[in-house]
């Protein structure tokens, strides 16, 4: 089975600075892809980067950037400049090519200070 | 990106009755998820819906509790059965492209058992 740990459940930011979020997994797969997503209070869940396992590149999405490290299984999330609306609850999420079904991370509850 | 609907938003149930949640993707997807989502916490994936099919339930939940149905590539229902005050939760939808491997999200239905 897959898991997916995030060993921060909150974290805070002053505005303009830049955070990062850890995020480690487990598994024997070797295709899958690995996400985050960000779940504002308004609840509703937004894709905020993807990344493929088979890429060594770090996928990259304006402010939002992530360290992928496949053998050490750590795909941890940096925003930089980080704004207000920022704030939110961040999953880190595992999905494996063979089933498609998405695994969840415990989340991190991301507050930036203005 | 697709745009997913959920119906009702929220609503307050009584003990033993039984609510149907209604999920709409505005283009054809491949795949179609439900999951809960217990307030503050991170997301537990019910089951798979599948087209034309039964759908594929995660350990823990039974066809008879959560009925769901996916009549066509765009739409999808999850009953939860002869509620309880334990099925309070929110219920997501979400459908996975697999041309671009990105999974998106409804807006959740909030469900109170009282």
């Known amino acids: 089975a897959q898991t997916v740990t995030q060993s921060q459940p909150e974290m805070s930011v002053q505005e303009a600075e830049t955070v990062t979020l850890s995020c480690t997994y487990d598994?024997?797969?070797?295709?899958?892809?690995l996400f985050w997503y960000k779940q504002p209070p308004s609840r509703q869940m937004i894709l905020v980067i993807r990344?493929?396992?088979?890429?060594?590149q770090n996928a990259t999405e304006n402010r939002f950037s992530v360290n992928f490290q496949k053998a050490a299984k750590s795909f941890s999330l940096k925003i930089s400049d980080s704004q207000l609306g920022d704030t939110a609850m961040y999953f880190c999420?595992?999905?494996?090519?063979?089933?498609?079904?998405?695994?969840f991370g415990a989340g991190t509850r991301l507050t930036v200070k203005p | 990106s697709a745009v997913i609907s959920q119906k009702p938003s929220r609503d307050i149930c009584q003990r033993g009755t039984s609510l149907t949640i209604q999920c709409q993707v505005d283009s054809q997807v491949t795949m179609m998820f439900w999951y809960r989502q217990q307030p503050g916490q991170s997301l537990t994936l019910i089951a798979t819906?599948?087209?034309?099919?039964?759908?594929?339930?995660e350990s823990g939940f039974v066809i008879d509790k959560f009925p769901i149905s996916r009549p066509n590539l765009t739409f999808s229902t999850l009953t939860v059965s002869n509620m309880s005050p334990e099925d309070s939760s929110i219920y997501l939808c979400?459908?996975?492209?697999?041309?671009?491997?990105?999974?998106?999200f409804g807006p959740g239905t909030r469900l109170t058992v009282t």
């Open positions: 990344q493929e396992a088979y890429k060594q």
């Open positions: 598994t024997s797969e070797n295709n899958y892809y």
């Open positions: 819906a599948n087209q034309g099919s039964e759908a594929t339930y």
């Open positions: 999420a595992f999905m494996k090519r063979s089933t498609n079904d998405m695994r």
């Open positions: 979400s459908a996975l492209r697999l041309d671009s491997y990105e999974q998106y």
